[in-house]
């Protein structure tokens, strides 16, 4: 889709055209191939407009990062008391799955355009890590041991990655849905015992 040229009626206009008009085209061409011009010219407005909305062209696809931190961040603080990290865990990315499922006309094609494209898995894993980070101090906020929190955090965060990336392949299931049955896996990886020949010595 080509947006007419003139002057988006609010600069939410203008970004989510810009969003539209990158996803469609990295679609279309690759991201290596197309240029910031090349999505401001689809989107219908000048680049100058492209670069008051976003640094580069791959934080198009990292857009809404700061809200996805703070929704966590908040939901781990709500969590009922009593829980495991994990679960805690669970319940916060229960808040994310809802923003992703709200957006996922745009969610799905940028995860599948990540996956193939190594620059932006190296700038997905940068940010993954950033609000791991985040959601390991959230946890420690909520009285869980340091070195717990960011185990917890990080296998955490690679479960809801899984689950994602589950929900692209299968969309007949919610996000959630996914989520649940990746989280049951991991009880069930930490509620079993190793056998005793397969325990590392020392």
């Not at 990158?22 to 061409?29: I, P, S, W």
Request: proline residues 5%; aromatic residues 8%.
């Amino acid at each position: 889709m080509r947006y007419p040229r003139g002057v988006p009626r609010s600069g939410a206009e203008a970004r989510r055209r810009l969003q539209q008009a990158a996803l469609e085209l990295y679609q279309e061409r690759g991201f290596d191939q197309t240029t910031t011009a090349e999505i401001a010219a689809r989107a219908g407005v000048n680049e100058r407009t492209f670069f008051r909305h976003f640094p580069d062209k791959r934080e198009v696809l990292f857009d809404g990062e700061a809200d996805l931190r703070a929704t966590l961040i908040q939901a781990v603080a709500e969590a009922p008391d009593g829980l495991r990290p994990l679960d805690m865990l669970l319940c916060a990315f229960r808040e994310a799955e809802r923003i992703l499922e709200r957006n996922r006309p745009f969610a799905e094609p940028r995860l599948r355009i990540i996956a193939m494209t190594p620059a932006l898995r190296e700038r997905d894993l940068a940010k993954a890590a950033s609000l791991s980070d985040a959601v390991a101090e959230a946890l420690r906020q909520r009285g869980v041991a340091d070195r717990l929190a960011g185990l917890a955090a990080v296998t955490g965060w690679a479960a809801f990655h899984q689950a994602a990336q589950a929900w692209i392949d299968d969309p007949s299931q919610s996000l959630y849905a996914h989520l649940l049955r990746v989280f049951d896996d991991l009880r069930a990886l930490y509620g079993s015992d190793v056998p005793a020949q397969a325990r590392p010595e020392g």
